[in-house]
């Protein structure tokens, strides 16, 4: 191996980005002999596509984008045969149901809109299932695919859709512009596991040690966040490198990251009931109709639990 391996990571712009933020300027991954880049992306289907045809090593992505495109149930076409595993946790992603104003329950979410990243994603099939549990059949209401977190919060702000699936910091954004949160992920689906931090088999055979050094870097920078002494820190870090942030939403976000139900996981670590579930939901909502029921095809622990060594 090369004294320094470069390991491209591209994700979706979150407060789930700090643990690489303060990994980078606290010099953690220049102590495990890896030099990260971080991309945001647009949308899951570029990421996914970018990561199978090697232009990133890594992705912070939705578990359920690493099941669909593995059992052929991704939107996109990949240039060759998907070997994608997710290798540790993220935090704990509580998604917020967020609403135009003048809602108030579910049952005014009948005969309107709802904005989606796409129509067959993780994301999709939680708000289905959020909906179908308080009451509300598909056919009242329709999901309309408009892309990635900031654009699913942009066409609420402009009216055009009465409310979307968020996460943080999109829902400080939210409640700051007058929309509101009327639930929340969690309260439907108490144990599921959303984010995984993945990479292709191939790549991760052929360079280990980086993998490994990524992870202990993670790993680092989480027990530092994690930290009260360094929350003041921690907060301008967030400050610094999430655009839009003012500090009242930093400071929020930071209660939430530390938060042991909704923020960091313990160690990263993935939850494989809270992957049986994600299986669950695409069982039930996914195309072509498959039954699926074993996290392990999807998940090597591995690397991760070396690095833990």
């Not at 870090?237 to 990251?257: R, S, T």
Request: one cysteine or more.
């Amino acid at each position: 191996m090369s004294d320094i391996t470069n390991i491209r990571v591209i994700e979706f712009p979150s407060t789930g980005l700090l643990p690489h933020y303060v990994a980078m300027e606290l010099g953690f991954f220049e102590e495990q002999k890896v030099k990260v880049d971080i991309t945001a992306t647009p949308n899951s289907v570029f990421q996914i596509t970018n990561l199978i045809d090697g232009n990133f090593e890594v992705a912070g992505t939705a578990i359920d984008n690493v099941v669909a495109y593995q059992e052929g149930q991704g939107v996109a076409k990949l240039s060759r045969a998907p070997d994608m595993f997710g290798f540790m946790g993220a935090s704990q992603v509580n998604l917020g149901l967020v609403v135009q104003s003048h809602i108030n329950k579910y049952e005014d979410l009948k005969n309107t809109s709802l904005a989606v990243d796409a129509l067959s994603t993780g994301f999709a099939f939680m708000l289905r299932e959020m909906l179908e549990i308080n009451g509300i059949d598909h056919d009242s209401y329709e999901l309309i695919p408009v892309g990635a977190t900031k654009a699913r919060l942009d066409s609420l702000i402009s009216g055009e859709h009465s409310g979307a699936l968020l996460n943080p910091p999109f829902t400080e954004f939210a409640e700051a512009s007058g929309l509101k949160i009327i639930d929340n992920s969690q309260s439907a689906l108490p144990t599921c596991q959303i984010g995984v931090m993945a990479a292709c088999r191939s790549w991760a055979k052929e360079n280990p040690e980086a993998l490994r050094g990524f992870i202990k870097a993670e790993l680092q920078a989480i027990e530092w966040i994690s930290n009260q002494e360094n929350s003041d820190s921690a907060t301008k870090i967030l400050l610094n490198k999430i655009p839009g942030m003012d500090i009242k939403a930093a400071e929020a976000a930071m209660q939430i990251m530390l938060d042991p139900i909704q923020g960091i996981a313990e160690s990263e670590k993935i939850n494989m009931e809270g992957v049986k579930t994600i299986l669950d939901l695409r069982s039930k909502f996914g195309e072509p109709k498959k039954e699926l029921n074993n996290p392990e095809l999807y998940i090597d622990l591995t690397y991760y639990d070396s690095a833990r060594d």
